[in-house]
């Protein structure tokens, strides 16, 4: 081995390692498709689990999905422990996901990232999940209920009015 190879070989370790634990977390959702209708809030949960031999800290998470809905991962923060020991697991509510009012029917997906790594500090892509909402067309017999019901309170109000 010579000087030059002995000096690059704690490098390449330091790369091999990080390589290592990329992708290397499983991410089960309870159910990775959740129904909701427009101005409803669904919750996600899941399981996240280390099945190495070291620990593994979970250091930030990454969530997106498909405009107009809109993502709140709080939960994540406050539901996951810092680390996860090797064979240890947690399941909680971790993302929270906003359906706005006049969102057109159809199915969003979206994928949700775990970051960290071997330190505190690391950031490495630790395993991911995708995840859809559907936002259901909404029944034409819904809508002539409402419209009926509106209809009917109107006139009512209208009579008492007079």
């Given at each position: 081995m010579t000087i030059r190879s002995a000096l690059h070989a704690p490098a390449l370790l330091v790369l091999l390692s990080s390589c290592a634990l990329a992708d290397s977390i499983p991410i089960t959702f309870a159910?990775?498709?959740?129904?909701?209708?427009?101005?409803q809030t669904v919750t996600f949960s899941a399981t996240i689990a280390n099945p190495l031999a070291t620990i593994v800290f979970l250091n930030a998470d990454n969530v997106?999905?498909?405009?107009?809905?809109?993502v709140d991962d709080t939960k994540f923060v406050l539901n996951t422990p810092a680390f996860l020991a090797p064979g240890q697991s947690v399941t909680a509510p971790i993302f929270d996901v906003k359906v706005p009012l006049g969102t057109p029917a159809g199915l969003y997906s979206g994928k949700f990232?775990?970051?960290?790594?071997?330190?505190?500090?690391?950031l490495s892509n630790l395993g991911s999940a995708i995840f859809a909402v559907a936002v259901p067309v909404p029944e034409p017999h819904s809508l002539i209920l409402l419209l009926t019901g509106t209809v009917v309170f109107l006139l009512g109000r209208r009579r008492v009015s007079n």
């Amino acid at each position: 081995m010579t000087i030059r190879s002995a000096l690059h070989a704690p490098a390449l370790l330091v790369l091999l390692s990080s390589c290592a634990l990329a992708d290397s977390i499983p991410i089960t959702f309870a159910s990775s498709l959740l129904n909701a209708n427009p101005g409803q809030t669904v919750t996600f949960s899941a399981t996240i689990a280390n099945p190495l031999a070291t620990i593994v800290f979970l250091n930030a998470d990454n969530v997106n999905i498909a405009a107009p809905l809109t993502v709140d991962d709080t939960k994540f923060v406050l539901n996951t422990p810092a680390f996860l020991a090797p064979g240890q697991s947690v399941t909680a509510p971790i993302f929270d996901v906003k359906v706005p009012l006049g969102t057109p029917a159809g199915l969003y997906s979206g994928k949700f990232t775990v970051l960290g790594g071997s330190t505190p500090s690391e950031l490495s892509n630790l395993g991911s999940a995708i995840f859809a909402v559907a936002v259901p067309v909404p029944e034409p017999h819904s809508l002539i209920l409402l419209l009926t019901g509106t209809v009917v309170f109107l006139l009512g109000r209208r009579r008492v009015s007079n």
